[in-house]
């Protein structure tokens, strides 16, 4: 059975933005589930962590304090200006998510929360819940009073700066006749990753924050997707979703670096209001994740990664634009950095193209929400042009085909 087991695992090895499974190679251009900025190996960071293995793999969180505060201090520098504290003892986004909504919770003494359609906060019981995903829920029964989801702005494919906020929904009128003034926190990702790679107009920040100031309503930014680097800074909230200037940050996924589990939140000091005792986890902040954390901060910084992804996001997007004039199956190409999606004609015409990409040795993912007919292309950051160019190029012979394979069952 033991050798069972070596066998099943041992068939996958990975190496910088490259999985190997048996013989063939694979270019992952989703970044494992989006939480491989480094790839799936980085001497560096795989030294580190060898080295703590061999000191010890777990800590009690009352050991591991000081060292997240040195952390801290790494990241303030790429933080809103109000933002210096943090809270660091979860291992996933859906609970650091958990820990925003209580932090917001006891700091209003109001329970309900706001989120957006097609928003992805988590997989949890409360966090699926709050979520635009319907689907995830239909089985399970949890309330948090007085929550609500408000639309996504109308036009998605409209990165500029000049929305007209008269065309959206009377947010006050909601609160006060759909809530009973009853919202600790409104939750927004900068863009919403599992409902469709959807980058939301800079004006939609605006308003937002303005709703909140004007409401005492908590503002969190939830960048379990969009962080350490992914839409070209090191978070969006301190780049293109700067207006936002959230109260609270949530950070997962790729501030592990290769896909250490860990999970946190940083606040300004008002937000500052929990007991250790009133959340926490058995493996948060554990030394192996602290490292990883520290070491991917130094590694983004000494090898320029948020450089690279500045200067090759114009790249990515006239690839993918290439791409969208050449099939008329691929439209809405849009993105951010590294974090770029476009609309296939269909959910099952997706799923083909996932399939098919596969094939010529590319990891592709799709979105789950709505009419799941997007598809999300997000590289490793260390992705040089070079692969930006085996990844176009492999979207290319997936499209064909397709439109090949279409036209072989039509005549």
Known sequence: MNNQFENLLTKYKGEGPYLYIDNQVMIDAASGTFNLPLGYTHPRLNEKLKQQIDRCAHLSSSYTHQMSQEILKKLLPYLPAEINRMWLRDVSGSGAVECAIRMAQKATGRSGVITLYMAHHGQSLATAQISGNAFRIRDFKVVIPGSLKIPVPSNIENQSDDYDMDKYIDLDQLLEFGSNNNIACLIIEPVLGNGGNIVIPQEFYRYIRDFCDRHNIVLVADEVQT????????????????????????????????????????????????????????????????????????????????????????????????????????????????????????????????????????????????????????????????????????????FEALTRTQTQAIA
Do not use: W
């Not at 207006?243 to 589990?261: E, Q, R, T």
């Open 227 to 398: 962080g350490f680097g992914r839409t070209g800074t090191l978070f969006a909230s301190n780049g293109y979703a700067k207006s936002l200037n959230p109260d609270i940050i949530v950070f997962a996924k790729g501030a592990g670096g290769i896909g250490i589990p860990i999970g946190g939140v940083l606040m300004k000091e008002k937000m500052d209001v929990l007991e250790a005792f009133e959340h926490s986890s058995t493996s948060g902040a554990n030394p192996l994740s602290l490292t990883a954390l520290n070491e991917t901060i130094s590694i983004i910084e000494d090898e320029k990664i948020l450089d690279n992804v500045q200067t090759n996001e114009k790249y990515l997007r006239e690839g993918l634009f290439s791409l969208q004039d050449k099939y008329p199956e691929i439209s809405n190409v849009r993105g951010l950095g590294y974090m770029f999606g476009f609309d296939t004609p269909s959910p099952a015409f997706a799923a083909q193209c996932i399939e098919m990409a596969a094939s010529f040795g590319l990891i592709i993912r799709g979105a789950r929400y709505g009419k799941s007919a997007t598809l999300k292309v997000r590289p490793p950051l260390i992705c040089h042009r070079a692969h930006i160019d085996e990844i176009v190029s492999k979207l290319d012979k997936t």
